[in-house]
Protein backbone atom coordinates (compact mmCIF):
# COMPACT_ATOMS: atom_id res chain seq x y z
CA UNK A 1 0.00 0.00 0.00
CA UNK A 2 1.43 3.83 -0.49
CA UNK A 3 2.60 5.67 -3.37
CA UNK A 4 5.57 4.87 -5.75
CA UNK A 5 8.36 7.27 -6.59
CA UNK A 6 8.89 5.33 -9.81
CA UNK A 7 5.74 6.37 -11.86
CA UNK A 8 3.53 5.05 -9.89
CA UNK A 9 4.08 1.78 -11.00
CA UNK A 10 5.72 -0.29 -8.50
CA UNK A 11 2.45 -1.17 -6.65
CA UNK A 12 0.81 -2.18 -9.78
CA UNK A 13 2.41 -5.32 -10.73
CA UNK A 14 3.50 -3.57 -14.00
CA UNK A 15 6.89 -5.61 -15.04
CA UNK A 16 9.89 -3.91 -14.55
CA UNK A 17 13.39 -4.39 -16.82
CA UNK A 18 15.87 -2.11 -15.59
CA UNK A 19 17.16 -2.02 -19.66
CA UNK A 20 16.46 1.11 -22.22
CA UNK A 21 12.62 0.72 -21.80
CA UNK A 22 12.19 0.67 -18.12
CA UNK A 23 8.32 -0.97 -18.12
CA UNK A 24 7.61 -2.61 -21.35
CA UNK A 25 4.12 -1.86 -22.54
CA UNK A 26 3.38 -5.41 -22.96
CA UNK A 27 4.49 -6.02 -19.27
CA UNK A 28 1.98 -2.58 -18.12
CA UNK A 29 -1.01 -3.78 -16.01
CA UNK A 30 -4.02 -2.98 -17.23
CA UNK A 31 -7.61 -2.08 -15.13
CA UNK A 32 -5.68 -0.55 -11.89
CA UNK A 33 -8.15 2.48 -11.51
CA UNK A 34 -10.63 -0.30 -10.87
CA UNK A 35 -8.91 -2.88 -8.71
CA UNK A 36 -6.01 -0.53 -6.80
CA UNK A 37 -7.08 0.68 -3.47
CA UNK A 38 -5.02 3.40 -2.49
CA UNK A 39 -4.02 3.73 1.46
CA UNK A 40 -5.24 0.08 1.98
CA UNK A 41 -4.08 -3.35 1.78
CA UNK A 42 -4.03 -4.42 -1.86
CA UNK A 43 -3.29 -8.41 -2.99
CA UNK A 44 -0.05 -9.72 -5.39
CA UNK A 45 -0.15 -12.52 -6.33
CA UNK A 46 3.03 -13.33 -9.06
CA UNK A 47 3.84 -16.87 -10.88
CA UNK A 48 6.99 -16.79 -12.42
CA UNK A 49 7.05 -20.04 -14.96
CA UNK A 50 10.23 -19.70 -17.18
CA UNK A 51 10.43 -16.65 -19.25
CA UNK A 52 6.85 -15.74 -18.63
CA UNK A 53 5.22 -13.89 -15.74
CA UNK A 54 2.41 -12.89 -14.60
CA UNK A 55 0.93 -11.06 -11.91
CA UNK A 56 -2.69 -10.57 -10.24
CA UNK A 57 -3.87 -8.11 -8.24
CA UNK A 58 -6.78 -8.28 -5.54
CA UNK A 59 -7.67 -11.51 -7.48
CA UNK A 60 -7.69 -10.29 -11.10
CA UNK A 61 -5.05 -10.62 -13.66
CA UNK A 62 -3.57 -7.16 -14.47
CA UNK A 63 0.05 -8.22 -16.75
CA UNK A 64 1.48 -11.10 -18.21
CA UNK A 65 4.63 -10.46 -19.81
CA UNK A 66 6.96 -13.06 -21.54
CA UNK A 67 10.41 -12.64 -22.08
CA UNK A 68 13.10 -15.17 -23.19
CA UNK A 69 16.12 -12.78 -21.11
CA UNK A 70 14.40 -13.65 -17.90
CA UNK A 71 13.86 -17.51 -18.60
CA UNK A 72 16.75 -18.59 -15.70
CA UNK A 73 16.54 -19.07 -11.55
CA UNK A 74 16.45 -15.33 -9.97
CA UNK A 75 15.94 -14.64 -6.26
CA UNK A 76 12.76 -13.19 -5.03
CA UNK A 77 13.61 -9.63 -3.67
CA UNK A 78 11.59 -6.90 -1.91
CA UNK A 79 12.00 -3.56 -2.44
CA UNK A 80 12.76 -0.09 -1.05
CA UNK A 81 14.17 2.47 -2.18
CA UNK A 82 17.28 4.13 -0.41
CA UNK A 83 17.45 8.01 0.90
CA UNK A 84 13.57 8.17 1.40
CA UNK A 85 11.51 8.66 3.81
CA UNK A 86 9.38 5.94 3.76
CA UNK A 87 7.51 3.06 5.54
CA UNK A 88 6.83 -0.30 4.04
CA UNK A 89 4.44 -3.18 5.22
CA UNK A 90 4.40 -6.63 3.81
CA UNK A 91 1.82 -9.35 5.29
CA UNK A 92 1.11 -12.73 5.10
CA UNK A 93 3.84 -13.40 2.34
CA UNK A 94 3.98 -16.98 0.89
CA UNK A 95 6.12 -18.98 -1.54
CA UNK A 96 6.14 -22.09 -3.21
CA UNK A 97 8.24 -24.01 -6.32
CA UNK A 98 5.90 -24.70 -9.45
CA UNK A 99 5.42 -28.02 -9.90
Not at 15 to 44: R, S
Not at 50 to 58: A, R
Not at 76 to 94: D, S
Request: aromatic fraction near 10%; charged fraction near 20%; glycine fraction near 12%.
Amino acid sequence: MGISCSLKRDLTGSFYTGGPEKYPEAGQAKNLEKLFKPGDWNQHQLEARGDTFTVWLNGVQVSKYTNAKYAGAAPIGLQIHPGLAMKVEFRNLRARALE
